[in-house]
């Protein structure tokens, strides 16, 4: 049995969310593993000791995250030697290890982080690949206890060592392998719908449900012994998966909406201008956080105002009189207006309401107008989404970007994409 615990007074305030414990459990899972008890604690030592020492009976592994830090809040490491009985010294690997960290940052290793290096006497350092602060783990009886930084991206480098330790000292043999499809258009309930009944029936392949707005992943993870009869169960499952909702799956390796449509750019050579009022810069946002966007982004319009629309794109001042800023003729005439503006090979627009004002009965909040503008023609896509305005402003960066990806695939006879 494991046990997780986070540490730190910003979780129980709510100021900070619990991602650590979200990640350890689902990686545990995903290696056959599963954590039985989460548990959080704020960054008092008495706190500390008190999680470490009620803990279920069956318990045989513990991994906590927090408090190792170099400031004097991050009490983790004296908590723990002191709970175990043990003193606190300085630990070589840890020093070796922070020495070689800063050297690759480039700087002078200052004497405050040193204190990251005392550690309880007689723990194994847990090499740390990303950051300065090194974990720990000790035993102690027939308990194993991992100590990590709290940094979400440390405690990403380094969730897989502990893994590949608990598996080898449990004697897990099985070989486990997972593929991760992306599903953008469908909720959980509908995707559950469609598949039931249609899905080979594999005992040793599991599917899970992991929605998260605006979208759905679908996690297929197949264990045994025979590496190439799991690789042949997993591809056949996923192969009847695509047969009833292949049109909503927008990746097959976990990739992100934005990394696939700059794939698909980047692939034909196409380059694209984003002209945005509603969601103000978030779907440039989203495709410039992909590493080599520069080769296809070629320029974005945040043209929140009808006059920025008509002085960067061309929209004509008639036409947002005659139909409104939030309309199909204008989503069109700005698409058009930022592909001929920057001599791009598409034009993607959005124009919408995503209040929580500004609705009338006509045109609610949450209506919006999302453009294609291709080589050969220009499509446009009414959408309705009445959430608060973070989540439409989410919801239409997502639409918008689904919409272009269909139409660099050639495949816009789901979208509900109007042809002009």
Known sequence: MIELLTIGDEL??????????HFIARELTEAGLSATRFSSVGDQPEAIRRALTTLLPDTRFVIATGGLGPTDDDLTASAVAATFGRELVVSEAAIANMERRY????RPMPDAAKKQAVLPQGCEAIDNPVGTACGFMIQDGQRQFFFLPGVPEEVHAMTGFIIEHIRAYCGMRQIIKSRTLKVFGLWESKIQELLKGRLPELPAVALGYYPSFPEVSLKITATGSDEEQIEQELQLFQAAIQACIGEYIYSENNEP????VGRLLAGRKATLAVAESCTGGLITHRLTNVA????YVERSFIVYSNMAKQELLAVPEAVLAGHGAVSEPVARLMAEGARQAAGTTYGLSVTGIAGP???TPEKPVGTVFIGVAAPDETMVKKMFYPGTREKVKMMTSQMALNLLRLALLGNTRESGLKKF
Do not use: Q
């Not at 129980?12 to 414990?21: V, Y």
């Not at 080599?292 to 080769?295: I, K, T």
């Open 292 to 295: 080599g966007s520069s080769a």
């Open 103 to 106: 050297r690759e940052f480039g």
């Open 357 to 359: 004002d500004g609705g």
């Open 257 to 260: 909406l934005e990394e696939v």
């Open 12 to 21: 129980l305030s709510g100021r900070t969310a619990d991602t650590n414990a």
